[in-house]
């Protein structure tokens, strides 16, 4: 058997998550004071998954970059080749809030999105 433990991200409260992990793959979560806690620890271990946020450069702007996210989560596996696509993309002002800046991240299936607009220059 191997224990692990996690501090549970799911609400404010924090949880200290003890998880069993036995010899036959099941887990056994203790620690969690709701649901989500054995949820999120359960994925954690099995599937672990982020958001990535960063900024992308923007050409035409009245801001040099941009705040961008991925839409949804994606495997912990795919971030850094998701950062290091990013940073070879520069977005043409005028930029939307929700607009996708790159289509299926890191061969995802997930897109990048602003979450800020930027406006053109006056000069552009």
């Known amino acids: ?3 692990r433990e996690l501090i549970c991200v799911r609400c ?3 949880c200290m998550l003890t998880v069993t992990v036995r010899e036959d793959g099941t887990l056994d979560v203790k620690g969690n004071s709701c649901g989500r806690g054995e ?3 359960r994925k954690e271990l099995t599937d672990p998954t982020r958001i990535v946020t960063t900024t992308v450069r923007v ?3 009245r801001q040099a970059v941009v705040p ?3 839409r949804y989560d994606i495997p912990k596996g795919k971030v850094m080749e998701c950062i290091e696509a990013l940073k070879e993309v520069e977005a043409e002002a005028p930029i939307f809030l ?3 800046i790159l289509s299926d991240a890191a061969g995802t299936g997930v897109d990048v999105v602003a979450t800020k607009s930027v406006e053109r ?3 552009n």
């Open 1 to 3: 058997m191997d224990k």
């Open 12 to 14: 404010p409260v924090g």
């Open 39 to 41: 949820e999120y620890a």
């Open 59 to 61: 050409r035409g702007g």
């Open 68 to 70: 961008v996210k991925t």
């Open 98 to 100: 929700g607009e996708v």
């Open 121 to 123: 220059t006056a000069d």
